[in-house]
Every structure is written in structure tokens, then in C-alpha cells.
């Protein structure tokens, strides 16, 4: 059967706004994310604090709106005074999540510094392992309350004293997961997150919760452990967490790149818990969804069970250290259409993570910054990616996996920014063998032609980038037709494409 792919695109099928934070990230305190990656004193391109000007030029172009800090794991047995303050006297710690050493030498102010300079906001996560509802409560006044207390006092001393006023908190991370320090059952962190956030909010009525959901959608208690959690605290937080990553583990890569359909399941489930719980409390609000870790991380695995079992404890080892190949893009690509699609309901999304640790930004120690294949998808998305998500009336053929049955052949999703009226196609071709015609149907869109069609591309599945080679970058196609009402776009075999469509404007 004849493979094909069309799309009807209205100006008038509305998703969403896209929040601006779908296309967040993640700076965990975690192998070299920190020490060597953003931040490392006497490298030759190390500003006067210590942060590399080469990562900062990349995060820029990244554009990305918000970081998650200071973990993930890690923040399940942080204590947030001990990285703030005169830096020698900052205490070295034992990190228990990644068996590594914490010097401290880099901690909130200085993440705080780092971002104002990388352009994005924090979303701040407090220890709610180790931890409770006065330690929250602590680091919000230190970080939010204008002055006159101990902690805000603090904030002041140590050289910072407008309050940072961030917005958005997350009340611990995956608290479901046993390998979590200080993990707990639905019953006991429902309770403390209901406890926490409405303590929090006393202090600071403007910001807003995010509660721990599952740490994955194959866990036991999925999803049973949302409805218990936000029976708890569904008054006093406005998000629930997902996290998800996915691999290639068995070489199969047909089934890989099938796998981002898992990721619209678990999102329609996470919302049916959500929408459950709000109608048994006959509530007034949405609990909307923030997808705060999301990538694909399996190449470094073995490697970091080996390194954190069998090596000493060391600063900044290099862990989670994926070199992610082409195929790794596009499922990137994927997930991002993904979220897109559900941008009513996900308003929160952290590509996990940002530097060195599963992430688009690489350094070298001793040498320069370089970019992954997973940076591109990332990039476009973030700066085509603003404005309106239009609901994609898509027909495509299908295949079947090993695992799933009926997967597009391509999958679609529009972006209308009405304010520069330009509309971006972000296209995925999942078939291994054949380029697809996606034609679209842009009635409503009289008048629109088109900019570029940039393409995401490679012949070999495996290609990785490295500091030496970008083996895998985008180029500009000329594959795109359009007759006014309609656009016809040629999509590669395995390729990520992005079709940039603007009004004309006849001349005067
Ligand atoms: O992003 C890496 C780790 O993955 C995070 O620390 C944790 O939250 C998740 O399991």
C-alpha cells in the first residue's frame, strides 16, 4: 500500500497557547551538569564568576525559558543552607543519589547568577526525602520574602538583596521510586505534600506547586499514585509531575521510534487522574501537567552502574554521559510533537537534562562546547514552537511494531504565532525506507507562503556529533511546494522536518 500523510490545519482548531515553559530544562547536581559543564573557574572561557561563556552562548541559543534545580535525586538529601554563604565555608558533603562528593562551591546564588545570564527562570525543587515543611518553608524565604526575617536577612548578606521570586516549585522528586532517599507510600507523601505546599503558600501566595507523580508510567502504583496524591493535596498545588525516558535497548528501531506513543498514553492518563480527582472533590480547578523530565537515556547506563558501584567517591564524575545518535533525535522530535499536541494541559516540560548529563550541550574538561543531535529538535521547537498549538486533523498510514500496533507513519503538529503570522509544520517521518508526501490543507490560511523547510537528516541511523564532528546538523530543503491552499512537503525517510510558513504581504 501507497504510504502517505495529510494534514488539515484551521486557524480555528485551537489547542492552546503554548506556555512558554514547554520548552524548559534541567540542571541537576549530577556527574559533570555543574562542575565542568556550566560552571568551571580558570578554563580559558570562564567569566569572572566561573561559568563558561561557550555553554552560556549555547543555553542562549536554546532560548530556554526555565531550569529545574537543583535535582532530580539529588535533591533528596540536600540541605539548601549549606550552598549558600562565604564559599569556604560551605560544608562538602556525601551526595547519596550519585555516590559522589558535593564541594557546595556552586550553589543557589550562583545558579541564580548563572541564569539570569543564560536568560531563563529556576523552577526550584525542595527536599521532601530527607527533609520536610520547615526546610521547604526555609528555602522559600530565603529565596522569596522581600526582608526583615532570618532567611531573608540571609539572602541579603550574602549579597542578593531584591527576593528572586520564583514562580514555580516542585515538592520533591519521584517520591514513589524506591531507589528515592527518603521514598514514601501515596498515604505519606500526599500528606506531606498537602502539608508543605499549603505552608508555602502562606508564605507566598503566588507561586505555584508541583506535586511528585509517578516516576514513570511503568511503575507498580501508576496511576493509583496520582489519584492518592491529589486527594491529599489537590487544594494547595496546581501541577503533577511526569517523567519518562526512553531507549533503543535492543537495537530494534522501528519499535524505538514508536515508543513516544507511550508518552501520549501516559499524558492522557496522568489527565484522566487529575480530571477524576477534581470531579470526586467537585473542584473548581485544573491540576494541569508538568512533564519535568523527559529524553532518551539508556546509552550511559551500564557504564554509570559500573562507576558508581566500583569507583571512590569523586566530584563530578562523569555520569549519564549519552552520546545520543541520529535515530536518538528523532525520537526527540517526537516527543516534543508530543507535548505539543497536549499543550492544553501540559504547561510545564523539562528536556532532562541540559549539560553533559543526558543532555543537547556537551563540554570537553580541557577543551570546547559541542552539540548533540538531541540539540536540534530542541532548538526548533523553542524558537518556532511559540504561539498557538492548532490540533492536527492528520490521516497517515501505518505500521505495526514489536510492541505497538497502528503507529502513524508520520506524525504532525502545527504552531501558529499569531502575532509575526507564521505558521511552522514540525513533521517526523518515522518510516525507515520511504519518504513520505505530506500534503496539507491550509484553507484558512490564505495568503500564507512559504519561508523554509529545514531538515533533519541522515543516512546513517547511528551518526553521533561530537566536539570534533557535527556529523548530524539541519540543513534548508527545497521539498516544499505550495499552490495558496495547499502545502506539499516531501519528508525524507527517518527525518525531523520543520516547514516555516508566513503570510505574504501584497505589495501597496
Ligand atoms: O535525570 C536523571 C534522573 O532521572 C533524575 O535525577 C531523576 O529524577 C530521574 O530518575
Redesign the pocket.
Given at each position: 500500500m501507497k504510504k502517505y500523510a495529510k494534514m488539515i490545519v484551521d486557524r480555528d482548531f485551537r489547542i492552546s497557547e503554548i506556555d512558554r515553559r514547554l520548552y524548559g530544562s534541567?540542571i541537576?547536581h549530577?556527574g559533570r551538569a555543574v562542575y565542568t559543564g556550566i560552571y568551571q573557574p580558570g578554563h580559558p572561557e570562564a567569566d569572572e564568576e566561573g561559568f563558561r561563556r561557550d555553554v552560556l552562548r549555547l543555553v542562549r541559543e536554546l532560548n530556554v525559558p526555565i531550569i529545574r534545580y537543583p535535582?532530580?535525586?539529588?535533591v533528596s538529601t540536600f540541605r539548601w543552607e549549606d550552598s549558600v554563604g562565604p564559599v569556604d565555608r560551605r560544608p562538602h558533603r556525601l551526595d547519596l543519589?550519585w555516590r559522589s562528593l558535593e564541594s557546595n562551591e556552586f550553589g543557589l546564588d550562583e545558579f541564580s547568577r548563572w541564569t539570569s545570564k543564560a536568560g531563563a527562570d529556576i523552577m526550584m525543587a525542595v527536599n521532601l526525602g530527607t527533609r520536610g515543611v520547615a526546610d521547604a518553608c526555609h528555602l522559600l524565604e530565603y529565596c522569596n520574602h522581600p526582608s526583615g526575617t532570618l532567611y531573608s536577612d540571609m539572602r541579603a548578606a550574602n549579597g542578593r538583596k531584591d527576593p528572586y521570586r520564583i514562580r514555580t516549585w516542585c515538592l520533591g522528586?519521584?517520591m514513589d521510586?524506591p531507589w528515592q532517599f527518603g521514598s514514601k507510600t501515596p498515604e505519606e507523601y500526599g500528606r506531606i505534600a498537602c502539608e508543605t505546599a499549603k505552608a508555602m503558600k502562606q508564605i507566598d501566595p503566588s507561586i505555584e506547586l508541583v506535586s511528585c507523580g509517578s516516576?514513570n508510567s511503568e511503575m507498580p502504583t501508576f496511576p493509583q499514585w496520582e489519584a492518592t496524591t491529589l486527594e491529599h493535596d489537590y487544594d494547595y498545588v496546581d501541577y503533577v509531575s511526569l517523567?519518562q525516558?526512553f531507549g533503543n535497548r535492543d537495537g530494534d528501531t522501528e519499535n524505538f521510534l514508536a515508543q513516544p506513543v507511550r508518552m501520549d498514553g501516559f499524558i492522557r492518563t496522568v489527565i484522566a487522574a487529575c480530571d477524576f480527582v477534581r470531579a470526586k472533590k467537585r473542584g473548581k480547578k485544573d491540576i494541569n501537567l508538568s512533564f519535568d523530565?523527559w529524553n532518551v537515556?539508556f546509552h550511559s547506563n551500564a557504564d554509570d552502574d559500573d562507576t558508581m558501584a566500583n569507583r571512590p567517591w569523586q566530584q563530578a564524575p562523569s555520569l549519564?554521559e549519552d552520546h545520543y545518535t541520529f535515530e536518538d533525535a528523532l525520537v526527540v522530535g517526537l516527543m516534543l510533537i508530543t507535548l505539543i499536541r497536549h499543550s492544553d494541559r501540559v504547561k510545564i516540560a523539562c528536556l532532562?537534562?541540559l549539560v553533559n548529563?543526558?543532555a543537547p550541550i556537551m563540554t570537553e574538561k580541557d577543551g570546547g562546547a559541542w552539540v548533540q543531535t538531541i540539540f536540534y529538535p530542541y532548538f526548533f521547537a523553542s524558537r518556532y514552537g511559540r504561539g498557538v498549538a492548532l490540533e492536527p486533523v492528520l490521516t497517515s498510514s501505518r505500521h505495526d511494531t514489536s510492541e505497538f500496533s497502528d503507529v502513524n507513519d508520520v506524525e504532525s503538529v502545527a504552531v501558529w504565532n499569531e502575532e509575526k503570522e507564521e505558521l511552522t509544520i514540525f513533521a517526523v517521518n518515522r518510516d525507515l525506507k520511504d519518504d513520505i508526501v505530506l500534503t496539507t490543507d491550509l484553507a484558512s490560511f490564505e495568503g500564507y507562503g512559504l519561508i523554509e523547510h529545514i531538515v533533519l537528516e541522515s543516512d546513517d541511523l547511528k551518526a553521533v556529533n561530537s566536539a570534533d564532528a557535527q556529523n548530524v546538523a539541519p540543513k534548508a530543503v527545497n521539498r516544499t511546494e505550495t499552490d495558496g491552499r495547499c502545502v506539499t512537503s516531501v519528508l525524507h525517510c527517518a527525518s525531523f522536518n520543520v516547514i516555516r510558513l508566513g503570510k505574504r504581504h501584497k505589495e501597496a
Open positions: 534541567f541537576e549530577l535535582g532530580g535525586n539529588f543519589a522528586n519521584e521510586g516516576s517523567h525516558y523530565e537515556w549519564l532532562a537534562q548529563v543526558i
